[in-house]
Structure formats: structure tokens, C-alpha cells
């Protein structure tokens, strides 16, 4: 028989003693495991049952913006409209993000072609109704804004179905928030701001949503909600440009002890000392030796973090009747995104988490199902108006106001032509002033 060495049957039974005080504490106080691994959990739970419960008594409308044929405000004007609409970021205080589930609102600005007529529209709650009208009078005076019964209510509510198909897509950034986008800016010289000048972003969007026929139907959506520190996008880009450019930022000064500041006396002199002999070295700032490229890069990721930002979700959905669905004009709005991207700055890609193609090397068996619901859950996204990752977090990236007036503006007769976009015939005009009234 062999005998146990004493050396492991202490071990073996230290080991014993440990696991039995264990399974005790564990037994006695097991919920706090539990709580530990869920508490996260129960947060997100809770917090979507109150802003259920909030968003319920929440109206929503949607407002049609016509345009009339003479209009010739330029795409600034549009800036200058978003940058108003920041104005409804809010703070919320603890008890209406915990007890009343209050959530920052916003709206979505939407192009729609319906069988090859383009309409603009915006989706937003009935509170701030009055007030977008007006910050869009404002710098539009001459357009018309009417509430108007949901356009995607107009279809069946079951798309896929034996009828009637959809193919949809979100777009997510291909570099940093703090990356911009190719803007308005880049498309005209200053010799060309003026509208019937100037070349349109537009254009080739809303030029081939008129190809559109009989049962077809294409909608662009921009989901905006405005932002201030809940994404550190601004810190993002702060930090690249300062990489950039080699600005390194500097500690904070620590005091000396007495006897170092005597020694640097006596060898750098009076005042002087070793990081400022060491700081002569470099008499050529690091941003001189920059390439026109880097440059570049640096003034414009500054220029967007200098301007209001909004968190936001682009889509697009193709829908139509299976006999007249025609599979290549989803390459219409992807073709307009991909004219706004660099390779160098920001730009737009598909989210191959929701596009509304599967093709699976493994499972291939079970790609028809998850085809189907992957079109069901992008078409009620785009009906409800909902995020890519709906009730989670994730698939946003931000745009700041300039962005997004080159994504979503009013264009003139010169750039779209009628019967493409229904327009107003005259300009409205009030009464002048001074004009007598009767009693």
C-alpha cells in the first residue's frame, strides 16, 4: 500500500476545509451572486418598461415641406436651420431618467420618391411642431409645411409578403465620429454659392428617385437627436488633431525640492533649468513638417467638432410590388452616399449586421428564414422610426449641422425639374403693411 506523502495530505485536506467554507457561504449568501450578474440586466429592463410607459403619451406628426419653383436660398440656409434645431437637447434630472424614463427626443428628416415623385418630410413629436414650422420660415419663407397622414402607412403593414417586397440597408461611418463627411462646401467654389450656380449634392439622389414607376417606392431616412457630452466625439477629435500635429500635452508642473533647484542654478543659471535647455532643441514646431494631406485632415476634423452635433441613424428601404420589384436601384441612394465619403476623412458603408442580404457559409439552410426577418425588422424599423439595434444601443454616429445640410435640403427647379418634386405655383405673400381695416 502506498502512503500518502505528508506534504499532500495537508494539502488535500487545507483544500477540503476551503471548498466546505465555500459551498457554506455560498449556500448562505448565493443572491448576491445573482444580483451581481443581473443587476445590469435589470437596469436596461427597467429603463425600457419607464420610457415605454413615456413614449406611449408621446403624438408624433409627420410635415410635408414644399418648395416653391422660384426658391433660391442655398444650402447655408439649411445649416443655419439645423443648427436651430439643436435648441431641443435637454438635460434631464435624476428623477425623470430613473422614475419618469424621460430620454433626450428627436425627429427624422425623410426623402420619399412614391412611384417617381419626391417628397420631403419630417417626422417629429407634436411639441416641437410649431417650432421647427418656424425655424424653417425663418430661412425658407416662401415653402409650404403641412401635416400629413403617414406615406408609409400606405403600403401593406406585412411587407415581405406574397405581393409586395422590400430591400433595406443602414449605413454606419467608416472612421471616428470626429471624421466629417464630404460636405456641401466641396462641391462648390465661392463663386458658386449662389443656387442657380452652384452644384448640388442632390442632384444625382433626387434625379434618379424620378426613375421610379408604377408600385415602386424608395425611402431615405436620417434619424437625428441632439448630443453635448453624451458621446466624447469632440475629446476624439481634439485628440487626433493634437496627434496630428504632434502637440503633446504637457503635465502639470510638480515642485522641486530645494536642493535640485540650487544645483540647476548654479549650472543653467538664474531662472533657467534643464527642461528649458532641453526645450531649445526643438526650434522647428512639429507641424511645419505636416504633408498638404495631414494638414488637411486636421483643419477639417477641427471645423467639425467646432459645430452642433447630432447622434444619428441613416437607412433607406427599396419597396415595391414583386412584379415590378427591380433589385438594382438600391444602388440609387448607396450611389449618393458613397459621393459624400473619403477615403482619407469620413464616409458612409453598409451595416452587414442589418442589411437585408444573408448569405452564410454554414447555415445556408436557414438563410431564407433569416432573409425574411431580417426585411420584417427593417421594415418596421423604418415605419417606427427606430434605431438599428433597437431596443439596444449602437449602430448612431454623429453629424454636425453642416453635414447634415448637405444630406437634407431644399433644392431649386434648376437642380430637380418639375413634375419630379410637386412644388408650390406662386410664392405666398401677406397683406402689406399698414393696410386699413374696416371696423
Known amino acids: 500500500m502506498i502512503k500518502t506523502p505528508p506534504i499532500l495530505f495537508s494539502f488535500l485536506k487545507t483544500l477540503l476545509k476551503v471548498l466546505t467554507a465555500s459551498w457554506y457561504l455560498l449556500k ?32 408624433r406628426v409627420v410635415l410635408e415641406i414644399r418648395i416653391p419653383k422660384e426658391s433660391l436660398r442655398p444650402i447655408k440656409a439649411m445649416e443655419s436651420v439645423f443648427s436651430s434645431f439643436h435648441a431641443i437637447h435637454d438635460v434631464m434630472g435624476w428623477r425623470e431618467y430613473w422614475i419618469e424614463g424621460v430620454y433626450q427626443l428627436g425627429f427624422s428628416c425623410e426623402i420619399a420618391s412614391i412611384e417617381g415623385v419626391v417628397h420631403f418630410y419630417i417626422r417629429t413629436p407634436k411639441q416641437f411642431q410649431g417650432f421647427i414650422e418656424s425655424t424653417i420660415y425663418g430661412q425658407y419663407p416662401d415653402v409650404e409645411i403641412t401635416e400629413v397622414a403617414d406615406y408609409t402607412k400606405n403600403v401593406p403593414q406585412d411587407i415581405p409578403n406574397k405581393d409586395w417586397d422590400v430591400w433595406g440597408m443602414d449605413l454606419i461611418n467608416t472612421k471616428p465620429d470626429c471624421y466629417p463627411i464630404k460636405t456641401y462646401k466641396k462641391f462648390e467654389s465661392e463663386m458658386q454659392t449662389k443656387e442657380e450656380k452652384r452644384i ?60 535640485q533647484e540650487a544645483v540647476e542654478g548654479i549650472l543653467f543659471g538664474p531662472g533657467k533649468s534643464s527642461e528649458a535647455q532641453e526645450g531649445k532643441e526643438e526650434l522647428i514646431p512639429p507641424a511645419m513638417g505636416l504633408t498638404p494631406g495631414e494638414k488637411e485632415i486636421a483643419a477639417a476634423v477641427e471645423e467639425k467638432i467646432s ?36 477615403e482619407a476623412l469620413g464616409g458612409f458603408k453598409p451595416d452587414k449586421h442589418t442589411i437585408t442580404k ?26 417606427r422610426r427606430w434605431t438599428p439595434y433597437f431596443p439596444l444601443s449602437g449602430g448612431t454616429f454623429v453629424l454636425n449641422t453642416e453635414e447634415l445640410a448637405t444630406i437634407f435640403h431644399f433644392p431649386s427647379q434648376t437642380v430637380v425639374p418639375a413634375p419630379a418634386l410637386p412644388r408650390i405655383e406662386s410664392k405666398k405673400a401677406g397683406p402689406p403693411f399698414g393696410l386699413p381695416a374696416e371696423d
Open 28 to 59: 448562505a449568501w448565493w443572491w448576491v451572486l445573482v444580483v451581481f450578474v443581473l443587476w445590469k440586466p435589470f437596469l436596461f429592463f427597467y429603463l425600457w418598461w419607464r420610457r415605454e410607459i413615456w413614449d406611449s403619451k408621446i403624438k
Open 307 to 342: 459645430k452642433f452635433g447630432f447622434d444619428c441613424a441613416i437607412r433607406y428601404v427599396y419597396v415595391g410590388k414583386r412584379e415590378v420589384f427591380y433589385k438594382p436601384r438600391v444602388k440609387i441612394p448607396f450611389g449618393f452616399f458613397k459621393d459624400l465619403s473619403t
Open 200 to 259: 448640388d449634392p442632390l442632384a444625382g439622389l433626387l434625379e434618379g428617385l424620378t426613375t421610379l414607376g408604377s408600385g415602386e417606392q424608395m425611402w431615405i431616412q436620417i434619424i437625428i437627436k441632439p448630443i453635448r457630452e453624451e458621446k466624447p466625439w469632440m475629446q476624439e477629435g481634439l485628440k487626433i488633431r493634437n496627434e496630428i500635429v504632434g502637440r503633446v500635452e504637457k503635465p502639470k508642473p510638480v515642485r522641486k525640492p530645494l536642493v
Open 358 to 383: 444573408v448569405k452564410s457559409p454554414f447555415f445556408w439552410f436557414l438563410d431564407k428564414r433569416r432573409l425574411y426577418l431580417r426585411k420584417r425588422k427593417m421594415f418596421k424599423n423604418y415605419v
